[in-house]
């Protein structure tokens, strides 16, 4: 369920991961415990540092009391191993506990992009979920193991330290705390101004990273239309935002170091002053001076420890909010009820009185009462201008998106009684943005069809006709290729993709416009292996297309779409660039 509560502070932020670290609650709980008796051992020492002190000045007029202090000394020996001791358990164990989170987030939202609907990913750029699953993430899990901890750790120390001053000498103890107190109000002051820049230090590097992803990704479309100049005035405006909000939060919380210095040096001046008149008026020994410069070290240490610590999660706070924003975000509904199975699948697609308009803007009409049939074993051409819905009839096919209104059946049962991967699996496509993973070209083509064996492979790739240049590469089918290498031109690309599609041997085939930058003579030879896979096997073919001399070559009957509607169809011995023209004019 999708929370309402936007706010980005700590405060906001703690409860989230409580709940969603309720199995590690004990763990991080002992974990802060140890990081708390750490602290404890520490404020220990200068007491008894003084007193070492105090041994050593009483000496300077007769005899140094060595057994004295060296017992002093063990007991310090002892409480500082065991303050180390018990600060390496607090860090291992949430080190151990934050990465096993950082583990078990990353799996749940990368789970949960297959969960998103369609919708999600119109209105959130790529680059951006990517920024939440590595970016946050990380600071997230680096906040939560060192920064909880030393917040917790400093906090004790500071409270320690606080009791400790006046159990030794309330005057030397007020003289530093009102010096403090002018840090702490001046700490708040700074944190409570600087949290909104952390959260849009995230939101707009999430922003760059979205739009940087983009840009590369067609980055030869970039060139080839010359919008250099433009798209580096967007990177600009971007990467100015992100410098900005990182200024921003980051003079603010630098502020805190020195100020808790200035801070610390003027509560030195303030305990020697005063503790200098007592000890010459006999009435407190020299230890006692030495015990509070070392606790007024000890007391402003932990305001800047707690000033970055609290720095830190406020970064960390941002993180998670948009790593559950997107966790608690809208879901696709459950179909886990939906067990219907298609068995014999002939591939008689029906479309009735369909209706649609896009999540994002309902009130805009893209399908308006769509009906049409399609046979077994018929290949279709649906050709129309952009913007007339022949993609958008493929994604409704493919339930990408639920109908407004109507039915798409398949074999006569209705496409929405069956789960998407029941009827995703009926389906092989092939697009006109290719899209290849970063591996070998066999690992490529047998994506979506596990256990498919070599001679598999080869076969399908002959039927696409790319087997040739494939045996033409350095390996083989054992190329490394992927989307962002340029060891492969784009038809050659496309041409894998489709060998994908035959491998995948599906009674359906959705080409949408599969032809882009491959060779006609290549195109020709597609079309006829896609025509004698339609007789051998009664393949049902789909064809989005713009180009009516493809269409006419791998079709044998056509709709003309223009505006959400059918305005034509009939023979693809009809149809010509005039016949499209006559009725798109009309």
Not at 79 to 94: D, E, G, K, P, W
Not at 238 to 245: E, K, S, T
Not at 336 to 359: I, N, Q, W
Request: hydrophobic share 45%; net charge neutral; with cysteine.
């Amino acid at each position: 369920m999708k929370r309402t509560n936007k706010a980005n502070g700590i405060r906001s932020a703690v409860p989230r991961l409580t709940d969603y670290m309720r199995s590690s609650m004990g763990v991080i709980i002992l974990a802060l415990i140890l990081a708390a008796l750490s602290a404890v051992m520490t404020i220990l020492g200068p007491n008894q540092i003084g007193r070492i002190a105090t041994l050593m000045s009483d000496g300077l007029t007769g005899n140094i009391d060595l057994a004295a202090i060296a017992k002093v000394g063990i007991f310090l020996a002892v409480i500082y191993v065991l303050s180390a001791v018990f600060s390496f358990i607090q860090h291992y164990t949430m080190s151990v506990v934050t990465l096993k989170m950082s583990y078990r987030m990353r799996g749940e939202l990368s789970a949960k992009i297959n969960r998103v609907p369609q919708k999600y990913f119109g209105t959130t750029s790529q680059g951006d979920i990517l920024s939440r699953i590595t970016n946050d993430v990380s600071t997230l899990q680096q906040g939560l193991t060192n920064s909880l901890p030393t917040i917790i750790s400093a906090a004790t120390q500071f409270v320690g330290c606080l009791l400790m001053k006046f159990v030794t000498e309330w005057r030397l103890a007020l003289v530093s705390i009102g010096v403090t107190i002018l840090g702490m109000l001046l700490t708040v002051l700074i944190l409570s101004r600087s949290q909104r820049y952390f959260a849009a230090r995230q939101k707009s590097l999430g922003a760059l990273n979205g739009y940087v992803e983009e840009m590369y990704s067609g980055h030869e479309v970039v060139r080839l239309s010359r919008a250099g100049r433009k798209i580096g005035a967007q990177f600009d405006t971007l990467n100015a935002a992100v410098y900005d909000a990182n200024w921003r939060s980051q003079f603010l919380s630098g502020m805190m170091q020195p100020l808790m210095n200035i801070v610390g040096n003027i509560a030195y001046v303030a305990v020697c002053v005063l503790g200098s008149i007592l000890a010459m008026n006999g009435t407190i020994e020299f230890g006692v001076i030495v015990s509070f410069i070392l606790y007024v070290r000890l007391f402003t240490s932990p305001l800047t420890q707690m000033a970055q610590g609290m720095t830190n999660m406020q970064t960390a706070s941002a993180s998670a909010h948009r790593i559950f924003d997107f966790l608690e975000s809208e879901e696709m509904p459950d179909e886990s009820e939906k067990t219907a199975k298609l068995t014999d699948v002939r591939g008689r697609v029906c479309f009735d009185h369909v209706r649609f308009s896009y999540p994002s803007d309902p009130d805009k009409i893209i399908i308006r009462d769509f009906s049409a049939e399609v046979l077994p074993g018929q290949k279709v051409a649906i050709v129309g201008p952009t913007g007339a819905g022949k993609t958008t009839i493929v994604n409704l096919l493919m339930r990408f998106y639920d109908l407004n209104a109507g039915h798409i059946l398949l074999d006569g049962t209705d496409c929405a009684s069956l789960s998407r991967e029941e009827v995703r699996s009926q389906f092989a496509m092939v697009l006109q943005d290719t899209w290849l993973f970063r591996g070998t070209i066999a690992e490529n083509v047998s994506y979506g069809t596990p256990g498919a064996t070599r001679e598999q492979i080869v076969e399908a790739c002959d039927r696409a006709y790319c087997d040739h240049f494939i045996r033409t590469l350095p390996q083989g089918y054992d190329t490394v290729v992927g989307d962002d290498m340029t060891n492969l031109s784009g038809g050659q690309k496309q041409l894998l993709t489709i060998a994908r599609a035959m491998l995948a041997n599906r009674r359906l085939l959705i080409l949408d416009e599969p032809t882009e930058g491959i060779q006609p003579n290549i195109v020709r030879d597609i079309a006829t292996t896609i025509g004698r896979l339609n007789e051998e096997m009664g393949l049902t073919v789909l064809l989005v297309e713009q180009k009516v001399p493809f269409a006419r070559r791998m079709a044998d009957t056509y709709m003309i779409m223009d505006r959400g509607h059918i305005v034509s169809q009939g023979d693809m011995r009809g149809l010509d660039d005039a016949t499209v023209k006559a009725f798109l004019s009309v």
